[in-house]
């Protein structure tokens, strides 16, 4: 799980911080569960909503109109640790990785070089087994053209299912090769807006510290 740290907005103020670390280990974690309950729900309604924990919409796609990190609704948990003084909440796995991304702003890695890296997570085919999505891709990105018929001047860009239905996978690795010597470019880095995930404002921290705190004294 990758950690998504708030911004300095979220912290908590002093007061509520050592309130915090003066309770026992066991209300100190009953206080941290609330909050990540309280920070989990939020997000996700956040999310569905498009929006930051202050309530800012998100940047749009530049292309398209489908909602940003669909399906990030799911699989958010949140955990305790460092003897219950830490409140951590993220996903798991890649989807953290993908989240903290957007959260920070990071542009993001494109073009044919990370095509190349998530090929090679594939189980490898064989070389007279059709050529791959990726490899039709990376050919498109390439500029590959079919041979001139008649009287064409130039030929025509193919689809990525006429490669991948006309080509074997060793057939494509050489025209690939071919085309690579002649397109320097290989990588390039795509602007990514920052889309705020996680936070909590330390006005709606404190009332939740608070309220657990009375709980804890009237138990």
Known sequence: MYEIRADKRSYLRVKEQFELLKLEKKAR?????????????????????????????????????????????????????DNNRVLVVGWPSRRGTVALAHHTGEAEESGLQQRFKQAKKAKEPK???????????????????????????????????????????????????????????????VDRPERRLIGISPKRAAMIIKREMNRNRSN
Do not use: C
Not at 40 to 50: G, S
Not at 60 to 65: L, Q, T, V, W, Y
Not at 131 to 157: I, S
């Open 29 to 81: 974690a009953r206080v941290l569960k609330e909050l990540g309950k309280y920070i989990t729900k939020t997000t996700k309604k956040n999310i569905r909503a498009q929006r930051d924990p202050d309530g800012k919409a998100w940047s749009k796609r530049k292309n398209g109109r489908r909602k940003m990190l669909r399906g990030f609704t799911k699989k958010l948990k949140h955990f305790q640790k």
């Open 127 to 189: 070389k007279t087994d059709p050529a791959t999505r990726e490899q039709a891709k990376e050919l498109r990105d390439l500029g590959y053209r079919l041979p001139p018929q008649g009287r064409q001047k130039r030929g025509k860009k193919p689809t990525l299912k006429f490669i991948t239905q006309n080509m074997t996978v060793a057939e494509a690795a050489k025209l690939i090769s071919d085309l690579e010597n002649k397109t320097p470019l290989r990588k390039w880095e």
